[in-house]
């Protein structure tokens, strides 16, 4: 079978398939509510070197940085090192990883070849009677990345406002969690005994797995179906085809340099606002991505490591290109990207990076769409929430007599488009998690949601109004601590085209449930049963001038 646009495309399904029924086993086997509930966890298949083929609708922000951690296992293992059977895992943000509750899982795939009667055994004398050997062929890589709600660190939930990686949670270099197939369980008992929430670790490790085991076999199956070779050459096929499409698309994008700063409220330590400037250069066919001028990597925990920026690159490469193209590592060959050793977006070990995921990634994303904003004002939106407002609430549960770490991201306001509002009360660009449904929580910890609504008018006007964000307001029933990530607590999500800013969020204590205490965007604090947390999280920005200026 050659390759034509048909077999094309049946193929890319097929790969798609695998990752999103791993993402299903994932999904119905996890045990903590943010894998189970709120879905935070993300799959992918990869070819024999390594490169990202096909993935599920999962995290952008998970996807974009999965090819690192595979190349960071290769690295690790070499190429006769990985052997059918093994697993990989890995969570360090400077081998592949992203931020320390982030565990990536990683599995090569083989298949059995047989022997061709018509040639000889290489290598070997044959003797009558000996049976032919079968060989194994490397045909990719499946993986799974699930953010585990608490691995250590200084603060529950593992999240803190740190100064350093060591102060996160615990480190893990890529090892092999399963030769052959056997299971290394004290590498599973020593991430449980360095979590808060040790069989919550057990079953979402379990949980992933059995996601790799059925990646294995899916992708062995079609390999079986159809031949090695034809699997292969497709997948060659797909990546070339996604490198054409991207390059027609930054053809259509005029020639030019276009330049976007923002910044960061704070890095959770100082007040000292952090710049984040970019310059996409656009040549032709070529498109080049250059951070330089941004700030100098920080004290505090919002250092986003280079995996973490090419993520957010591939994802606005992906957004302008569209859904012509496959979403696999193709996208980025046309793009080069340029990120200064030491900086906000590709710092030095051991800088902390918790907030860098989740946060900063946000921003890098708002700069390269005010940048892309200038060469496509018909296709880009005002600026989204810029924000995945992380709330970690962490201690002993009274009623229940154990401990319990509880994380979650809030949506807020889309920006709004230029053929439309923003949407409200969703996640944008570097998440796609769901809500923790207000069952679940209550269920699970000792926590009461008092309020969950709609914060109306906190979208931006506009000739298409911004998206509005949301409260919600979460009541103590034990002792606890808390952490809050969050942006968008001192400049707002930016309007485009006339288009008024979306308001900024907020972050409200409430002593008692009455005496209001104003929370930075950036806090740690102790909290008492009665005691109320508020949320309120940003608008979207508008676009275009509104109809009665």
């Not at 193929?11 to 894998?35: D, H, Q, W």
């Not at 083929?53 to 999965?66: S, Y």
């Not at 293992?77 to 990883?97: A, K």
């Amino acid at each position: 079978m050659p390759v034509d646009p048909i077999s094309l495309e049946v193929f890319k399904n097929m790969f798609v398939s695998v990752a999103e029924e791993m993402g299903v086993a994932l999904l119905r086997t996890a045990y903590s509510p943010n894998i189970k509930e709120r879905r935070d966890f993300s799959c992918a298949v990869f070819d024999p070197q390594g490169q990202m083929v096909a993935q599920a609708a999962h995290q952008p922000v998970h996807l974009g940085a999965m090819p690192a951690s595979v190349r960071a296992a290769m690295d690790a293992f070499g190429s006769s090192g990985l052997q059918p059977g093994d697993m990989v895992i890995l969570n360090d943000p400077y081998l592949g990883g992203t931020h320390l509750p982030d565990i990536t899982l990683l599995s090569p795939v083989y298949v059995e070849i047989p022997p061709n009667p018509s040639l000889p055994n290489e290598g070997m004398r044959e003797f009558e009677g000996q049976p032919r050997r079968s060989s194994r062929q490397l045909v990719g890589f499946v993986a799974n990345r699930g953010h585990h709600a608490d691995v250590g660190g200084m603060t529950p939930g593992s999240l803190p406002l740190s100064t350093e990686l060591y102060q996160e949670g615990l480190i893990l270099p890529p090892l092999k969690l399963a030769r052959r197939g056997r299971i290394n369980q004290e590498v599973i008992q020593l991430i449980c005994r360095n979590s808060r929430t040790p069989e919550e670790r057990r079953g979402d490790l379990a949980a992933q797995i059995a996601s790799i085991r059925v990646g294995e076999r899916r992708l062995q199956e079609m390999v079986q179906r159809y031949d090695p070779g034809l699997v292969l050459e497709h997948m060659g096929a797909l990546l070339d085809y996604a490198e054409r499409v991207t390059r027609q698309a930054i053809r259509e994008i005029p020639d030019g340099a276009y330049y976007a700063l923002d910044y960061m409220d704070d890095d959770g330590l100082t007040d000292q606002p952090v710049p984040i400037a970019v310059a996409i250069t656009v040549s032709g066919d070529q498109m080049t991505v250059d951070f330089t001028g941004t700030s100098p990597q920080r004290p505090g925990c919002i250092n986003a490591p280079a995996a973490v920026t090419a993520s957010a690159c591939l994802y606005m490469v992906r957004c302008v290109v569209g859904d012509a193209a496959p979403a696999n590592q193709g996208c980025l060959r046309p793009v080069t990207l340029i990120t200064p050793r030491g900086t906000l977006v590709n710092p030095e070990p051991q800088r902390g990076v918790a907030g860098g995921n989740v946060e900063t990634s946000q921003r890098i994303t708002d700069v390269l769409f005010a940048a892309m904003s200038q060469a496509l004002p018909h296709l880009m939106p005002a600026a989204s929430q810029g924000t995945m407002n992380n709330l970690l609430i962490g201690g002993h549960d009274l009623a229940r007599h154990k401990p319990f770490v509880y994380y979650e991201t809030i949506a807020g306001g889309m920006g709004a488009r230029p053929t439309r509002d923003g949407i409200s009360g969703i996640h944008t660009h570097m998440t796609n998690t769901m809500n923790t449904p207000i069952e679940a929580l209550e269920f699970a910890f000792p926590l009461r949601l008092r309020r969950y609504a709609v914060r109306r008018g906190s979208g931006g006007d506009g000739l298409h109004r911004g998206g509005d964000g949301l409260v919600r307001d979460v009541e103590f029933l034990s002792p606890a601590r808390v952490t809050i990530l969050s942006e968008r607590r001192k400049r707002p999500p930016p309007g485009y085209h006339g288009g008024h800013h979306g308001q900024s969020g907020e972050n409200v204590l409430l002593r008692g449930g009455v005496e209001e205490v104003a929370l930075a965007g950036k806090e740690t604090l102790d909290v008492v049963p009665g005691d109320v947390l508020s949320i309120r999280t940003p608008g979207g920005g508008g676009w275009g001038k509104p109809q009665n200026e």
